[in-house]
């Protein structure tokens, strides 16, 4: 029988957030909730989640050492990894002396590199995906465009939020590919994926929730993504029955292969009836931001209670609803978020400001949330609310 004690007593529970932006203060938020202790842990200082955890930590979590000795003085009961920024296979040793990784300490080993994800799904489960090679070299990276075919999309294979990605449309744009690649990636220069063109006619994240009662999925989200990171999302995304049965296995066989409890982000590129896996995050994802004002428990509140142990009964969807990124550029640690009272002035409108501490180029600061009578107008409704704000940088 799952169980929660009273905070800070031999019976209560500790998490452990590996990870503390915008996504990791939404779970802190739902663990809170459930009365569970959170020591939230970023390599910075006054991350998001950080505003309402019980604790924090400041360390880099791929410094191995650091991401151990920090796991070993906290002892948690719940090693949460909300970025893919981590070094891994301290995890996989500790799961394997007795910590528990959510969903596992495998699911964060292979979809932190791309590689280890891509080749479970092509050709562990025989799922489709985009033709692929990958390059540890400028010699390789020609031969895999060469078998792969421009135009095609070079990535990272360790990389998040579009960092490192870039598309080779010529001959002309090789060498510039490879250079962004080598400056993007997480852990520095290194190897790389070069993925083919895949036509589509839409995307989508299928979030997809493992619990004690099973696996459960919430309607599908379309989304906009602009070099790599997402700026629109929409809940529900309209599919033909074929192609949403056909998403519902693929999310079904790669999170069963991953294992544990939890939410999954599972990306989808769907043609018609036909649905291509393209990667899955084993956390809760950004497009997963539009659950806050569609359904009865967001991405994050079923997160938190799946990895407690808990069962997740049918999930509950609102209705029509869309979300726009604020996305801030500039070079400062003060922003002001300005005219909120005519953001805010239609109904069905919300708004979450992440509280980020600066900003140096372009980051995500705040996201807007929207619910309608149908998908089209609520995406028109986030559009008005967002053309009311105005952003300082000072």
């Known amino acids: 029988m799952a169980k929660i004690g009273s905070k800070w007593t031999g019976s209560g529970r500790k998490a452990m957030l ?3 932006g915008e996504l990791g203060k939404e779970v802190a938020i739902e663990l809170q909730r459930m009365g569970i202790e959170v020591v939230a842990c970023d390599k910075y200082p006054n991350a998001p989640a950080m505003h309402i955890a019980d604790s924090s930590r400041v360390f880099s979590m791929l410094d191995a050492e650091a991401l151990r000795n920090a796991i ?7 090693i949460i990894p909300e970025v893919e920024a981590i070094a891994t296979p301290v995890l996989v040793d500790l799961e394997e002396n007795g910590y528990n990784v959510t969903p596992t300490a495998k699911a964060a080993l292979l979809t932190m590199n791309r590689e280890g994800i891509r080749r479970l799904a092509a050709e562990g489960l025989g799922v489709a995906t985009s033709p692929y ?4 070299d400028f010699d390789e990276f020609k031969k895999a465009i060469d078998a792969v075919g421009i135009p095609c999309v070079v990535k990272p294979i360790m990389s998040s939020s579009g960092h490192g990605q870039s598309v080779v449309k010529s001959d002309e ?6 250079k962004i690649a080598q ?16 036509k589509f006619d839409y995307e989508i994240t299928l979030l997809t929730v493992r619990s004690v009662a099973g696996t459960s999925f919430c309607e599908p989200i379309g989304h906009i993504q602009v070099d790599g990171d997402y700026r629109y999302s929409w809940q529900p995304q309209s599919m033909t029955p074929e192609a949403k049965a056909k998403a ?3 999310a079904r066989k790669v999170t ?3 294992g544990g409890y939890g939410i999954f982000g599972v990306e989808l590129f769907i043609k018609g009836d036909d649905v291509i896996f393209s990667e899955v995050s084993p956390r809760p994802h950004d497009t997963g931001m539009v659950t806050m004002i569609s359904q009865e428990l967001s991405e994050f509140a079923l997160h938190a209670r799946a990895l407690a142990g808990l069962p997740v009964p049918e999930i509950r969807f609102y209705g029509p609803s869309a979300s726009r990124a604020v ?29 980020k501490p600066e900003i140096k180029g372009h980051r995500r600061m705040a996201v807007i949330l929207a619910t309608a009578d149908s998908v089209e107008e609520a995406r028109a409704k986030a559009d008005r609310a967002y053309d009311k704000l105005k952003v300082e940088v000072l």
Do not use: T, Y
Not at 72 to 78: A, Y
Not at 183 to 198: H, K, M, S
């Open 18 to 20: 590996l990870g503390s």
């Open 133 to 136: 090679r990958f390059a540890s």
């Open 327 to 355: 996305v801030v550029e500039g070079d400062s640690n003060e922003i002001v978020m300005d005219c909120l009272e005519k953001v805010l002035e239609e109904p069905g409108v919300q708004m979450r400001i992440f509280g």
């Open 248 to 250: 519902q296995e693929i």
């Open 72 to 78: 070993m003085e906290e002892k948690p009961d719940h």
């Open 173 to 178: 744009d090789i060498e510039k590919a490879w």
């Open 256 to 258: 069963d292969a991953l």
């Open 183 to 198: 400056e993007g990636g997480r852990a520095g220069a290194g190897r790389v994926i070069v993925e083919g063109f895949v």
